[in-house]
Protein backbone atom coordinates (compact mmCIF):
# COMPACT_ATOMS: atom_id res chain seq x y z
CA UNK A 1 0.00 0.00 0.00
CA UNK A 2 0.92 3.42 -0.55
CA UNK A 3 -0.68 6.82 1.07
CA UNK A 4 -0.73 9.67 -0.75
CA UNK A 5 -1.71 12.87 1.06
CA UNK A 6 -1.96 16.48 -1.13
CA UNK A 7 -1.72 19.72 -0.02
CA UNK A 8 -1.22 23.55 -0.79
CA UNK A 9 -4.40 23.98 -2.52
CA UNK A 10 -6.83 27.12 -2.29
CA UNK A 11 -8.10 30.21 -3.41
CA UNK A 12 -6.30 32.39 -5.76
CA UNK A 13 -6.97 35.30 -8.47
CA UNK A 14 -6.62 34.49 -11.97
CA UNK A 15 -2.63 35.07 -13.46
CA UNK A 16 -1.85 33.74 -9.70
CA UNK A 17 0.35 30.81 -8.27
CA UNK A 18 -0.13 27.75 -6.26
CA UNK A 19 2.50 24.71 -5.64
CA UNK A 20 0.82 21.47 -4.78
CA UNK A 21 2.47 19.00 -2.70
CA UNK A 22 1.83 15.33 -2.30
CA UNK A 23 3.37 13.18 0.10
CA UNK A 24 3.74 9.79 0.47
CA UNK A 25 4.08 7.03 2.52
CA UNK A 26 4.31 3.10 3.05
CA UNK A 27 5.81 1.49 0.13
CA UNK A 28 9.45 2.55 -1.39
CA UNK A 29 8.55 5.95 -3.32
CA UNK A 30 11.00 5.67 -6.14
CA UNK A 31 9.29 2.28 -7.30
CA UNK A 32 6.49 4.29 -8.61
CA UNK A 33 5.57 7.01 -11.63
CA UNK A 34 3.57 9.84 -10.25
CA UNK A 35 0.55 11.95 -11.25
CA UNK A 36 -1.69 14.68 -11.00
CA UNK A 37 -5.27 14.61 -12.18
CA UNK A 38 -8.09 16.93 -11.31
CA UNK A 39 -11.96 16.71 -11.43
CA UNK A 40 -14.04 20.04 -11.95
CA UNK A 41 -17.77 19.31 -10.33
CA UNK A 42 -19.99 17.72 -12.77
CA UNK A 43 -16.75 16.40 -15.00
CA UNK A 44 -14.60 13.27 -15.14
CA UNK A 45 -11.32 13.15 -13.46
CA UNK A 46 -8.85 13.95 -16.04
CA UNK A 47 -5.01 13.97 -16.45
CA UNK A 48 -2.75 16.94 -16.17
CA UNK A 49 0.82 15.58 -15.44
CA UNK A 50 2.62 12.66 -14.95
CA UNK A 51 6.39 11.80 -13.90
CA UNK A 52 8.70 8.69 -13.96
CA UNK A 53 10.33 7.66 -11.17
CA UNK A 54 13.82 9.10 -12.20
CA UNK A 55 12.12 11.77 -12.95
CA UNK A 56 13.78 11.72 -16.50
CA UNK A 57 10.41 11.39 -17.96
CA UNK A 58 7.41 13.93 -17.81
CA UNK A 59 4.05 14.05 -19.39
CA UNK A 60 1.65 16.95 -19.34
CA UNK A 61 -1.84 17.80 -20.44
CA UNK A 62 -1.53 20.48 -23.56
CA UNK A 63 -4.25 22.52 -21.45
CA UNK A 64 -1.67 22.89 -18.87
CA UNK A 65 1.73 22.75 -20.90
CA UNK A 66 4.07 25.70 -20.64
CA UNK A 67 2.30 26.46 -17.14
CA UNK A 68 2.59 23.99 -14.80
CA UNK A 69 5.30 21.69 -13.83
CA UNK A 70 5.65 18.46 -12.20
CA UNK A 71 8.65 17.61 -9.84
CA UNK A 72 9.67 15.21 -7.41
CA UNK A 73 11.92 15.26 -4.53
CA UNK A 74 12.71 10.74 -4.31
CA UNK A 75 14.29 11.61 -0.84
CA UNK A 76 11.76 13.71 0.61
CA UNK A 77 8.91 11.04 -1.07
CA UNK A 78 7.21 13.95 -2.44
CA UNK A 79 5.98 14.92 -5.52
CA UNK A 80 4.93 18.56 -6.68
CA UNK A 81 3.07 20.31 -9.00
CA UNK A 82 3.98 23.81 -9.27
CA UNK A 83 0.95 25.88 -11.01
CA UNK A 84 1.38 29.47 -12.78
CA UNK A 85 -0.32 31.51 -14.95
CA UNK A 86 -4.00 30.24 -13.54
CA UNK A 87 -6.75 30.22 -14.84
CA UNK A 88 -10.68 30.01 -13.44
CA UNK A 89 -10.72 26.94 -16.05
CA UNK A 90 -7.99 25.41 -13.38
CA UNK A 91 -10.60 24.99 -11.05
CA UNK A 92 -10.82 22.03 -9.76
CA UNK A 93 -10.31 19.08 -6.83
CA UNK A 94 -6.59 17.83 -8.02
CA UNK A 95 -5.62 14.49 -6.87
CA UNK A 96 -2.39 12.85 -6.85
CA UNK A 97 -2.10 9.04 -7.79
CA UNK A 98 0.83 6.28 -7.77
CA UNK A 99 1.34 3.71 -10.51
CA UNK A 100 4.32 1.58 -11.42
CA UNK A 101 4.61 2.87 -14.90
CA UNK A 102 4.14 6.97 -15.97
CA UNK A 103 0.78 6.68 -17.78
CA UNK A 104 -2.47 9.26 -18.66
CA UNK A 105 -4.94 7.29 -17.79
CA UNK A 106 -6.30 7.10 -14.70
CA UNK A 107 -7.63 3.63 -14.40
CA UNK A 108 -3.87 2.66 -14.90
CA UNK A 109 -2.95 4.21 -11.30
CA UNK A 110 -3.58 2.05 -8.17
CA UNK A 111 -2.58 4.60 -5.19
CA UNK A 112 -4.99 8.22 -4.96
CA UNK A 113 -4.73 10.63 -2.49
CA UNK A 114 -8.26 12.15 -1.12
CA UNK A 115 -7.67 15.77 -3.24
CA UNK A 116 -6.90 19.30 -2.39
CA UNK A 117 -9.10 22.06 -3.89
CA UNK A 118 -7.95 24.62 -6.19
CA UNK A 119 -9.91 27.53 -6.79
CA UNK A 120 -8.91 30.39 -9.44
CA UNK A 121 -11.16 33.40 -9.38
CA UNK A 122 -11.41 35.73 -12.73
Known amino acids: QVQLVESGGGLVQAGGSLRLSCAAS????????MGWFRQASGKEREFVAA????????YYDDSVKGRFTISRDNAKNTVYLQMNSLKPEDTAVYYC???????????????WGQGTQVSVSS
Open 97 to 111: AANQRIAWDPSEYNY
Open 26 to 33: GRTFVNYA
Open 51 to 58: ISRSSSVT
